[in-house]
């Protein structure tokens, strides 16, 4: 049977296999700090409408909750820097959703892992995860030293940016933890100084209820007024802080086909969404990011980019 060594290295190999760009490891235990810093967030009402935010908080900061027995957490990173970019007079689009949703695709390479490790190292316990459960992802990815959390609140890691979906394993399997590294911001404020709605309160704070993608795309009722024309022309999501931050000059396209950006998102003018039917919208855009705003919210995101 392997040992707890042999399983770290194993997981990492087999992730790398499988396209993921870094794997890390952490201890599963309860996250007292970060609990602290979320009732915080919380309690000032950050979330916004977001109330979802509100549910399983004791699970959200201690994994052996939602995994019996559970040992590790796996952190891992797929980069989703796109080749191809919308032109710059067209309504924006956050880059993560030009192309298939990650749920699916990174679920996908989760479970592939999962059947190759136990292939490997015989049957375990654990759950995949890709944004989809109360796990606070980039504190997980941080204490496994996959990056730090940035000034806007992004996990940011040297060798790649930002631009990447991060994913969990929580398993009972025995593994070698790895540690934190250190914070690389600096004196730099450059992704507070461009948010237009000033989401970002104070370093490493965001406001959600003024993010721009909380509007676009987590806010299911009318827009407030005084927001409109304070997008700078981002229909769905925004990548603002991210496109201002300087370790995104190491970011490369990604490799993974399904990721690519999707004609209609590529190509489309401000005309063309204006005039865009819901049969070619839910047709053109089926197994897109987009879909989370539909249709209607869609159209409602274009009324306020002016």
């Known amino acids: 049977m392997p040992q707890p060594d042999q399983h770290s290295l194993i997981i990492k190999n087999t992730a790398c296999e499988l396209g993921f760009d870094y794997c890390g490891i952490s201890k599963a235990e309860f996250m007292e700090e970060e609990a602290r810093q979320l009732e915080n967030w919380l309690n000032r009402g950050m979330h916004g409408k977001m109330k979802y935010m509100e549910n399983h908080f ?5 994994p052996t909750l ?22 710059a007079d067209a309504p924006q689009i956050s880059k993560y959703a030009y192309g298939e949703d990650y749920h699916f695709v990174i679920k996908d390479k989760l479970k592939e892992l999962v059947f190759r490790l136990q292939e490997q190292i015989g049957n375990f316990h654990g759950r995949v995860f890709v944004d989809s459960a109360p796990v606070l992802e980039k504190a997980w990815a941080k204490r496994s030293g996959l990056g730090w959390i940035g000034k806007h609140s992004n996990l940011i890691n040297r060798s790649m940016g930002s631009f990447f979906f991060i994913a969990e394993i929580i398993c009972d399997l025995e593994c070698v933890p790895d540690g934190p590294i250190k914070d690389y911001c600096g004196t730099c404020t450059r992704c507070i100084d461009a948010c237009p709605t000033d989401a970002i309160v ?9 993010c721009i993608s909380y509007f676009t795309i987590e806010l299911r009722e009318e827009i407030p007024q005084e927001m409109k024309g304070k997008f700078e022309n981002w229909m769905f999501g925004c990548d603002i802080c991210q496109d201002v931050c300087p370790w995104n000059r190491f970011s490369r396209p990604t490799k993974e086909e399904r990721f690519n950006a999707n004609d209609v998102i ?22 897109s990011p987009l879909q989370r705003s539909g249709f209607e919210g869609i159209k409602r995101n274009l009324f306020f980019l002016k």
């Open 66 to 87: 939602l995994v019996e027995g559970a040992k590790s957490v796996i952190s891992l990173l797929y980069n989703y820097y796109p080749e191809k970019k919308q032109r």
């Open 202 to 210: 104070q370093p490493y704070v965001v406001d959600g209820s003024k």
């Open 266 to 287: 590529l190509n489309n003018s401000e005309k063309d969404w204006q005039e865009l039917s819901e049969e070619v919208f839910n047709l053109s855009l089926k197994k």
């Open 58 to 62: 004791d699970k959200r900061t201690n």
